[in-house]
């Protein structure tokens, strides 16, 4: 859909699925889509202690070699927050979605994002089977409302390599 389009995305994404769906993060890097770190099993820096987490961040940033970092659930220590971006920039969100809440529909996901959206915005959407049946119509009413507003989504800049 994105790139019919013509639209580009940041995908963050969780080693251990990189690990079981190597062909789908290749063709994120082949359609010209940044990447990201989103740890090596999705944990919340809240509840996981420092060791395991730097040690998951770590473990997916071997696999995805991005120099993106997004925590999962956007929650993460201080400490946990220095170590990681003295290694990489780690990127938050303006506009969650709420695809993941199976209490809403996809129009009703749509509907609230649309509303808050604005240029700059950078906007979190969810890959994952729980969320598909509402992150599937949401997509395909943002990029018909970009369009509609010639609005381009372009993904984040990757850092350059020292």
Request: proline share 4%; aromatic share 8%; charged share 25%.
């Given at each position: ?32 889509h940044s990447w990201g770190n989103h740890t090596m099993r999705h944990e919340s820096g809240w509840t996981a202690g420092q060791y ?80 598909a049946p509402r992150t599937m119509g949401l997509l395909e009413g943002l990029l018909g409302n970009l369009h509609e507003k010639g ?12």
């Open positions: 859909m994105l790139g019919e389009a013509g639209q580009k995305a940041t995908f963050f994404c969780v080693g251990e699925n990189v690990e079981r769906h190597p062909g789908i993060f290749d063709r994120i890097r082949q359609e010209g395991a987490y730097l040690k998951s961040f770590l473990e997916c940033e071997a696999i995805t070699d991005s120099g993106l970092f997004r925590p999962p659930y956007g929650r993460m220590t201080r400490a946990q927050a220095r170590a990681i971006s003295a290694r990489n920039t780690i990127v938050m969100w303006d506009l969650l979605s709420g695809d993941f809440d199976q209490r809403r529909s996809a129009k009703e996901c749509l509907d609230a994002t649309w509303r808050h959206m604005k240029p700059g915005s950078i906007t979190v959407l969810h890959d994952s089977e729980k969320a609005w381009v989504s372009a993904g984040l800049q990757m850092p350059k390599a020292d």
